[in-house]
């Protein structure tokens, strides 16, 4: 009976380290990590100064996070929700931004040069002093969005006009 329990609480032991080793990463780690957390919820995550160059975020959730100065060159965001999220100065050149939510986002400094930014949502967005040089902004919602000091030359503009 001895031996019994023994070889019990063994095969206990070692099904528990096999369910924790194949935990899954939580999504700030998971992000970090590989590069890729579609549809993940990163609500007010600090991933301020961040490498995600090429990053794979389609779908997710970062309303509130601070993407202050992150590199995000390249990263598929089709869809990601940034309303109120900080990305100021961060580097967001050739990103896919389709039909993401930006809302009342601090993109001030930011450089979105040839992002793709087709049926964004960029309503009260802080794009003061922001580089959108030849990003296509089609049908890309901009009201009361700042847009002061904003370099937008070669921008393909919501309403079907090219920027000079």
């Known amino acids: 009976m001895k031996r019994f329990q023994t070889l019990l609480t063994m095969?206990?032991?070692l099904m528990s380290a096999t369910l924790f080793?194949?935990?899954k990463p939580a999504p700030r780690e998971q992000l970090l990590e590989g590069k890729r957390c579609e549809k993940c919820d990163l609500k007010g995550a600090n991933l301020s100064q961040a490498n995600l160059q090429k990053a794979l975020l389609n779908q997710s959730d970062l309303t509130g996070a601070n993407l202050q100065?992150?590199?995000l060159t390249g990263a598929l965001l089709d869809s990601v929700v940034f309303s109120n999220a900080d990305l100021s100065g961060a580097n967001l050149t050739g990103a896919g931004?389709?039909?993401a939510k930006l809302i009342g986002a601090?993109?001030?400094g930011?450089?979105?040069s040839q992002a793709f930014l087709r049926n964004a949502d960029?309503?009260?967005a802080n794009l003061k002093g922001a580089d959108l040089k030849d990003a296509d902004l089609s049908n890309a919602k901009l009201d009361q969005a700042n847009l002061e000091g904003a370099n937008l030359k070669g921008a393909l503009m919501p309403d079907g006009t090219v920027q000079k």
């Open 11 to 13: 095969l206990i032991i």
């Open 21 to 23: 080793s194949c935990a």
């Open 69 to 71: 100065g992150a590199d």
């Open 97 to 99: 931004l389709s039909s």
């Open 106 to 108: 601090n993109l001030s």
């Open 110 to 112: 930011a450089n979105l």
């Open 122 to 124: 960029l309503s009260q």
